[in-house]
């Protein structure tokens, strides 16, 4: 075989020139004459046997040009210190950089050092300003390697800090280089960097002690480790959490003093101290005395401050002090699951697993990501928490060593612990190289191709046949990733089911009353009787029982995170009995993507989606398809709903079959609304034209209104056909249905009746009172045919709206509503008129009623200063007559303040004065009328932000009241699970931050509609 001719490309098959995608040819310049003189340039070769070996070791590290750079680097700094050969064992007389001598003689210092240079730039950059620390690396006389253990090395130097800073360096540089060379594990190397930490923390608190003014008595301070740190699981750079534990309060002065001394030296030294985790976080005291912090754990405390006391650990200081802490809080930790906050607190923190982290980098996040280091932790934690209290042996500050006591207790299975354990000892092998590449903190895999490249080589991938190293390591993560993030919900839930399954278990041993504790925790109020529905939905060895053994861990994990969890299981297994036995229910829960997790989330929020399931359980495909979670168009309504009238000749049965089909439609829209604000599981409906992009969703309140106002106006419509159908009309009758109220104004809500007009004109030739009797025939069919008792929901229909209300006539002709309005109407009718708009029956009619009332509701002149005083009257008498009796005026959604009525009546109120003259103004929908008013400067435009801003916030709280309660409701609560399910249904974390944002809200509107009715 012939020999290359250019020294780069036989340098590349060393690994050279990939980073710096020369081909070699930077290395060729750094190895050859004018620099280390390895690389005969003309041979292409190297200069000798030991040069050899040195490019055999650079070619194995995980970058070899970044660890010939380093390398390079040191040997420039080497020869320019005068007594760089002062230590070093080169022989003597050597003209030889004494590195490079000590690399050739010490093949353990050549494996380790090497391993470093390519590994780390920020401990290659220290090793140029020190050259001489190298040395620290050097293999010991009887052969093993140095020890890296963590402990400090005294330096020489008369400065303490700088001293302990290179102390510091050094023991890092030991570690290092025995977790690159497989010198040590990652439980090691955790439990060295720990280590480390404290003999820092110790250094720095013997040198704020001695720093201290002459004749203050040393005080008793404790510094207590928590965090990773505490649970001796500390990677490379990391702000180390502390706790400060003074003994009396005399000591408390001179304590202050040594804590924020001990925090500024480790910052200058190693890393950040952080104290935000002791009580009251930053705002509270630095240091407390012991007594201080007993009496606020036992006072103030959330569960998550005990969660945090699990891994506390005496790390430097007064040690037997700190010990006596961890002694009389540990009783407190191990009660914290009892306590009445504990299941809220557990809640909030599962819902904090994926921080804020920018989506760009979500997928790369290795900590924060989904599947990620924190989701082992939480739920390792978690279930400490729960099942310590019984059992001692659970209570291990590490990760690693929790866990493997939890899967010997029988708390997790063993395949599920195995597996976790593996997903977090890879995770943390990246997070280590990730942080020791440049020692600085990250959680995030890179996303450029070189940096891929190195982080792969840094973890040992090698690339193999049609796999590169960087395919493969992805293709490990990724397994890693999902297989954690899968588990995180059957951690805490799978061994329950198997609790109560009466199958053979992997190794589990929950009792009876472990299983009612951990459901306990997790927010079922009767554990007992959930273990119950568990039993029966999983009990026995059919391939139901097993699917549903597949199926529930994740299905609690929604339901624990809903209000009532309770509710959410009993209403599952209704449905499970109703549909268990039929061959697609639990395929689709088990094959259908997000549809499991769609159904638990609406059984366990919204009382009236799981009554509709319940009547129509097969009305759950609609969570399968992202467009069946889509409105349908008003025009496919109708059309469908009188179809489906007109298979039946019977008006009864057409009814029934048009109110089933508006029962369908119903949940598809309440389904969708709730499904809206839940992150992965909202649909995503494709728009009809087949582009592929996302069509209006619910999220909008004014989307939610018009759907379900087009469902009413179909239901109307098809209803009003089998009701003309079984009457005898004169040929010729015309009759039209208007809607009113919150049917005209596409507002309705999931139990709003349908406001409605009767209007007909009568046939030439035939007698007003025969037209009258027809017409008024249809109408009563209508209401009785919709209002029938029927398992589906009833639809009122209701004509108070009328001329003269409930003591008027219930039909009128066209010419009779013209002379009503035109003689005798008042100004709230045409008020109510603001909202009229045809719904259904003979479309002319409808047209002619519409263009009839024009001047009436949109006054050519206004309104007069008489007429405006009678409509503030009226307002403020319904405030104060229709609100319920012990109503909270402040959270009522309609007639409180700044709710829909305040809103509403300032709107109308402009339109009446102002529409007849500004066509702009002449609509039916609120905010679309309140936009227009802006826009004409009529309402200043913060005022009108503010007053949609309230409308919309008070019609989304009722509608999610309704969904909540399944009832009609227009009261917000101050507390409890009914105002827990608002808020989570609207996206809200915390009730009571909600309740706060609805006030502040409501107040602001109430004063914008208020300058609005004054003007």
């Not at 007909?760 to 035939?766: Q, R, V």
């Amino acid at each position: 075989m012939s020999r290359p001719t250019r020294a780069p490309g036989r340098l590349a098959r060393y690994g050279f020139g990939t980073a710096e995608g020369d081909g070699g040819a930077r290395a060729a310049d750094l190895l050859g004459p004018e620099g280390l003189r390895l690389w005969r340039p003309v041979e292409q070769e190297p200069v000798d046997e030991a040069a050899a070996e040195l490019l055999a070791a650079l070619s194995r590290a995980a970058d070899p040009d970044l660890a010939l750079r380093q390398l390079h680097r040191i040997v420039e700094a080497e020869s320019r210190t005068t007594d760089a050969s002062a230590g070093s064992r080169a022989t003597e007389g050597s003209a030889e950089s004494p590195l490079l001598t000590d690399l050739h003689n010490d093949p353990g210092l050549r494996r380790r050092l090497i391993a470093v240079l390519g590994a780390s730039a920020a401990l290659g950059d220290h090793l140029v300003a020190h050259p001489e620390h190298y040395q620290a690396l050097w293999t010991a006389p009887d052969g093993l390697a140095p020890t890296a253990e963590g402990r400090l090395e005294p330096t020489d130097g008369g400065n303490p800090v700088a001293a302990l800073r290179t102390a510091y360096r050094l023991a890092l540089l030991r570690i290092a280089a025995a977790d690159l060379t497989g010198g040590r594990g990652l439980e090691q190397t955790m439990a060295a960097l720990s280590a480390l930490a404290d003999a820092t923390l110790s250094a720095a608190y013997e040198i704020a002690v001695a720093e201290l003014a002459e004749g203050t008595e040393r005080p008793r301070l404790a510094v207590v480790a928590m965090g990773k740190c505490g649970g001796g699981e500390l990677n490379y750079v990391s702000d180390v959490d502390v706790i400060f534990v003074a003994a009396e309060d005399a000591d408390l002065s001179a304590a202050t003093l040594v804590a924020t001394r001990l925090i500024y030296i480790c910052g200058l030294v190693a890393w950040p101290v952080d104290a935000a985790l002791r009580p009251e976080g930053s705002r509270g005291p630095l240091v407390r005395t012991l007594a201080s912090h007993l009496a606020y754990y036992r006072r103030w405390a959330r569960t998550w401050e005990f969660q945090a006391l699990l891994k506390a650990r005496p790390a430097a200081g007064d040690l037997p002090l700190a010990q006596e802490w961890i002694d009389q809080l540990a009783p407190l930790v191990w009660r914290a699951a009892e306590r009445p906050e504990a299941v809220e607190d557990v809640r909030a923190m599962r819902r904090r697993i994926i921080d804020h982290i920018p989506p760009k980098e979500l997928e790369r996040e290795i900590k924060r990501g989904p599947g990620g280091l924190r989701d082992i932790e939480f739920a390792v934690q978690l279930l400490q928490l729960v099942h310590g209290r019984g059992d001692e042996t659970l209570r291990a500050p590490g990760t690693i060593p929790a866990l493997r006591a939890l899967v010997a207790g029988g708390y997790v299975g063993r395949a599920d612990g195995e597996a976790l354990l593996r997903g977090y000892r890879f995770l943390r092998s990246v997070e280590h190289r990730l942080q020791l590449q440049g020692l600085r903190r990250t959680h995030t895999v890179p996303a450029e191709p070189g940096a891929l490249r190195w982080l792969a080589a840094a973890l040992g991938f090698t690339a193999a046949p049609g796999r590169s190293a960087v395919e493969s390591f992805r293709a490990e993560w990724v397994t890693h990733a999902t297989e954690v993030r899968r588990l995180h919900a059957k951690l805490l839930y799978r061994p329950l089911l198997e609790s109560v399954a009466r199958v053979p278990a992997d190794g589990l041993r929950l009792t009876p009353e472990a299983a009612r504790t951990r459901l306990e925790i997790l927010g079922f109020a009767d554990p007992a009787g959930a273990l119950r529905h568990l039993q029966a939905l999983t009990g026995g060895v059919s391939r139901t029982a097993a699917i549903q053994r597949t199926l529930l861990p994740v299905l609690l994990s929604e339901f624990a995170d809903a209000p009532e969890p309770d509710r959410g299981l009993l209403n599952y297994r209704k449905v499970s009995d109703k549909l268990g036995s039929t061959p697609w229910y639990l395929r689709l829960l088990r094959d259908g993507g997000p549809v499991a997790r769609r159904l638990a989330r609406v059984l366990a929020l919204s009382r009236y989606v799981a009554d509709l399931l319940a009547r129509d359980p097969e009305a759950l495909r609609l969570l399968a398809e992202e467009n069946e979670l889509a409105p349908r168009p008003p025009e496919v309504l109708r059309e469908g709903f009188l179809a489906a009238a007109a298979r039946h000749t019977d008006p009864v049965e057409a009814t029934s079959a048009v109110r089933a089909l508006r029962r369908r439609e119903l949940v598809r829209v309440a389904c969708a609304d709730v499904l809206c604000r839940a992150g992965a599981l909202a649909p995503s409906p494709t728009r009809p034209d087949g582009a592929n992009r996302s069509a209006a969703g619910l999220s909008d309140i004014t989307e939610v209104g018009t759907a379900l106002a087009d469902v009413t106006d179909a239901t109307l419509a098809a209803a009003l056909r089998a009701a003309q159908a079984s009457q005898r009309a004169p040929e010729g009758l015309r009759f039209a249905v208007i809607g009113m109220g919150r049917l005209g104004g596409y507002e309705s809500n999931y139990l709003s009746d349908a406001d409605v007009l009767f209007v007909y004109d009568p046939p030439p030739g035939t007698s007003e009172s025969a037209a009258s009797a027809a017409a008024h025939a249809v109408a009563e069919e209508l209401r009785r045919l919709l209002g029938v008792p029927a398992p589906d929901p009833p639809l009122g229909v209701d004509a108070d709206l009328r001329p003269e209300g409930r003591q008027g006539p219930l039909v009128r002709s066209l010419a009779a509503y013209a002379q009503y309005y035109a003689r005798w109407s008042r100004v709230w009718e045409a008020q109510a008129l603001l909202r009229a708009r045809f719904v259904c029956g003979d479309a002319d009619l409808g047209a002619e009623f519409e263009a009839m009332i024009e001047p009436v509701r949109y006054p050519a002149e206004g309104l007069t200063r008489e007429q405006v005083v009678e409509i503030r009257r009226i307002k403020a008498r319904v405030e104060t007559e229709r609100l319920p009796r012990g109503a909270d005026p402040a959270t009522h959604t309609k007639l409180g303040r700044g709710g829909l009525a305040d809103v509403e009546w300032a709107v109308q109120l402009v339109q009446l004065r102002h529409a007849g003259a500004i066509p702009e103004l002449r609509g039916t929908r609120t905010l679309d009328a309140l936009a227009a008013a802006e826009r004409a400067g009529l309402i200043d435009p913060a005022d009108a932000a503010e007053m949609a801003a309230g409308w919309a916030l008070a019609a989304q709280v009722r509608n999610a009241l309704m969904l909540v309660r399944g009832r009609a409701g227009d009261q917000l609560p101050r507390h409890g699970v009914e105002l827990a399910g608002v808020a989570r249904l609207l996206g809200r974390d915390d009730p009571g931050e909600f309740l706060d944002e609805y006030l502040r809200t409501g107040r602001r509107s109430r004063a914008a509609a208020e300058r609005v009715l004054d003007a």
